[in-house]
């Protein structure tokens, strides 16, 4: 059970450098330095799936990892959403052995982490018609549902087009095998990762 202790975040109550760490497995790891104040003895720590303030995580019935304060102690954890971030709040133990937890409202977040997936990609191309050249590509995704993303980007490479980028809408097409692409002679089609992307989506091509 926490009561938030209200009034009583400042310098010495306070949980710094947060810190998170995710390997190639989806696992993370996350360190922190723990409050000065030294009643605060303990740190709950929430995984979340969106960024609320801790009136909120409470009124929801997150379940915390409660860690008490001792050499090289760190959260540990395998991502198992496709988005979340973790939070961290020192707290002391009451007497009923419920905890008092500091209501930090800044500096105790890391990032969000994006669980790693894989988009896999086979490309088959054919003549538009017999006698033309042009041709057409037919691009399979799988994986396009599990992406926290909008919209994926491709690119027409080989001909005029290629500095043009066009979009796959996510949403809309997470469930469908494939796409029908008009080419010009010499274009090929790839895909193409924002910065963002590339941390956590790999893709597989497939012939």
């Known amino acids: 059970m926490y009561v938030i202790r209200e ?5 010495n109550t306070m949980v710094t450098e947060v810190v998170g760490v995710e390997d190639e497995e989806n696992k993370v790891f996350v360190t922190w330095t723990w409050p000065k104040l030294a009643e ?15 009136e909120e995580i409470l009124r929801r019935g997150y ?27 020192a707290a002391k133990r009451l007497p009923n052995r419920n905890f008092e937890i500091v209501n930090q409202t800044s500096k105790n977040s890391t990032d969000f982490f994006y669980r790693k997936v894989q988009l896999i990609c086979s490309m088959h ?71 963002a992307q590339r941390k956590y989506i790999t893709i597989i091509i497939r012939k």
């Open 7 to 11: 009034g009583g975040c400042n310098e």
């Open 63 to 89: 379940s915390g990892a409660v860690y008490e304060e001792e050499f090289g102690v760190r959260h540990t954890m395998e991502l198992m959403r496709p988005c979340q971030m973790v939070k961290i709040f």
């Open 125 to 195: 191309y054919v003549k538009e018609s017999l006698f033309s050249s042009k041709r057409l590509a037919t691009m399979q995704l799988q994986g396009l549902s599990d992406l926290q993303e909008k919209y994926i980007l491709y690119r027409c490479v080989g001909g005029s087009r290629a500095k043009f980028v066009y979009p796959i809408d996510v949403q809309k097409f997470g469930n469908q095998a494939s796409f029908i692409i008009p080419l010009e002679k010499g274009e090929e089609v790839v895909l193409e990762l924002t910065e």
């Open 40 to 54: 605060l003895e303990f740190c709950v720590v929430f995984v979340l799936e969106e960024d609320i303030p801790l």
